[in-house]
């Protein structure tokens, strides 16, 4: 079945960047995705990257994918304080999307 | 705002009792999912519906859960018999079918069972 693991924690520094991995095991996702999540709030589609292509770029986040190895990581650039949330890796048909439990990501000064 | 909302926010209720969910999707979206989210995980999809059709229901929705989507817009989600290992968020979200990859969510109805 699919399954989808994301470490649980990153501490970053203000400024630096962050990478946000995740591994994946369904190969027939068309979209692999990334979500936001800030406490008590729902998800925010922060990106998606479609299945052939390996790297997407939009403002301080770059998404790269690696199919072969089922490998998808998340880059912010320049991290703020505002960043500091749960990012949620997500794979399947887009009727049914399959997370990871998340990574936290604290950002301190 | 005309994002995906649902109502309500919080509900706590006794074991055994039936709840019910509202979600009102973004107004021009026709296909609605339904997914549970516990402490410490990600987000499991419930089910989906394309305008007032219930597509596809996940092996986690029990017997005793209902969604429907009676005229294509709104949708309500029923839990029977509440047991506490339903304590959990149920978030909403909706997508234009011909864009099924943006899915849009709501902020969730956290429910505690008692």
């Known amino acids: 079945g699919e399954d989808v693991e994301q470490s649980l924690f990153l501490s970053v520094r203000e400024g630096d960047s962050s990478v946000i991995n995740c591994t994946y095991t369904?190969?027939?996702?068309?979209?692999l995705y990334w979500y936001k999540q800030e406490p008590g709030a729902g998800l925010q589609l922060l990106t998606y990257?479609?299945?052939?292509?390996d790297m997407k770029q939009d403002q301080r986040l770059t998404v790269l994918l690696n199919k072969k190895d089922k490998h998808l990581s998340l880059r912010i650039a320049d991290t703020q304080t505002g960043d500091s949330a749960i990012y949620f890796c997500?794979?399947?048909?887009?009727?049914?999307?399959?997370f990871g439990t998340g990574t936290r990501l604290q950002v301190t000064l | 705002d005309t994002g995906v909302s649902q109502d309500p926010r919080h509900k706590i209720t006794k074991r055994g009792q039936n709840v019910t969910f509202r979600c009102d999707p973004i107004?021009?979206?026709?296909?609605l999912y339904w997914y549970r989210q516990t402490l410490g995980q990600g987000p499991e999809f419930l089910t989906y519906f394309q305008n007032e059709a219930q597509l596809e229901k996940s092996r986690l929705l029990s017997d005793r859960f209902s969604a429907e989507r009676p005229k294509g817009s709104f949708s309500t989600l029923e839990i029977q018999r509440t047991e506490q290992g339903d304590s959990a968020m149920y978030l909403c979200?909706?997508?234009?079918?011909?864009?099924?990859?943006?899915?849009?969510f709501g902020p969730g109805t956290r429910l505690t069972v008692t």
């Open positions: 990257i479609f299945s052939n292509m």
């Open positions: 369904d190969s027939s996702s068309t979209y």
């Open positions: 997500a794979e399947g048909p887009a009727s049914k999307l399959t």
């Open positions: 107004s021009e979206h026709n296909r």
């Open positions: 979200a909706s997508s234009l079918v011909e864009r099924p990859y943006e899915q849009y």
